[in-house]
């Protein structure tokens, strides 16, 4: 709050000829950003749907209706979509996540009250349903990157190049997603495609489960996209960043962001 009012005060001193130089300077460094920019490529970044959950339910298609957590009472995975109804998210203690479960009116769920199926992860099983996901997105790049049993990188310029060009991936993208659902015996992804690794990462949780989004190779369209996207989907901006933001320009979307350019460049430069 104490560095709000300041940048408030700092802006407020400044002449208009002092305002135009850094609207001026920012201008050019978001021209000189966008000429790095390559829109040449297509990227693709396939996302397995609620991935360990997912596994453990086709086994046990019993609890396809129940909420389901991988994981234990010390700390959660993976969590199904039921249980996400709950307010049930990875990375959170398993208590907790029951008792929001058996009372759900607690947590603003209007979900009945259930009892969470704890499961133990079981991952020599994942990684090989990994290893037969991984078969398919080795034939569309070969040099393909996974940081993750549930997520793979493909750039898919060069197959595109034998399937009628750019105009072909979202039908290549939809070949790919099932012929995984079929290699898997059921299991869904979903996936982003975009000019670049990090927009089709961002777009890939557009239409999740099982789905897909395509951000268009064009800086129209990217300016676009980006125009109403939370800063928070962001990689690398998390809740501290976004806070900062929020209280110190009340900046919340990326067309904030670009449009407050001058003063968050002479906040963060100084």
Request: proline share 5%.
């Amino acid at each position: 709050e104490a560095l709000r009012l300041e940048l408030q005060a700092t802006s407020a001193r400044m002449t208009e000829a002092e305002r135009l130089t850094e609207e001026n300077k920012a201008s050019e460094t978001l021209d000189a950003m966008g000429s790095k920019r390559d829109l040449s490529r297509t990227h693709c970044v396939v996302d397995m749907d609620m991935f360990y959950a997912a596994v453990e339910i086709r086994d046990r298609p019993e609890l396809a209706h129940k909420p389901v957590a991988i994981g234990g009472l010390g700390m959660i995975s993976t969590a199904n979509y039921v249980a996400r109804l709950y307010g049930v998210r990875s990375a959170m203690p398993g208590f907790i996540a029951a008792e929001m479960v058996r009372n759900p009116q607690a947590v603003g769920s209007k979900m009945p009250p259930d009892e969470l199926v704890f499961i133990a992860p079981d991952f020599s099983k994942y990684t090989q349903v990994a290893m037969e996901t991984r078969e398919i997105f080795r034939e569309y790049d070969p040099h393909f990157h996974a940081i993750s049993l549930d997520e793979a990188y493909l750039d898919l310029s060069a197959y595109l190049a034998t399937r009628g060009g750019v105009e072909g991936a979202d039908a290549v993208v939809a070949e790919l997603r099932h012929r995984i659902k079929e290699r898997t015996r059921g299991l869904t992804c979903s996936a982003g495609i975009g000019p670049n690794s990090m927009l089709a990462k961002i777009c890939s949780d557009d239409n999740k489960p099982d789905g897909q989004s395509h951000i268009q190779p064009t800086c129209e369209a990217v300016l676009d996209y980006l125009r109403d996207l939370p800063i928070r989907r962001i990689p690398g901006v998390g809740k501290v960043l976004e806070r900062q933001l929020k209280i110190m320009f009340d900046i919340v979307t990326c067309g904030e962001l670009r449009a407050s350019a001058s003063a968050v460049l002479r906040a963060f430069e100084s």
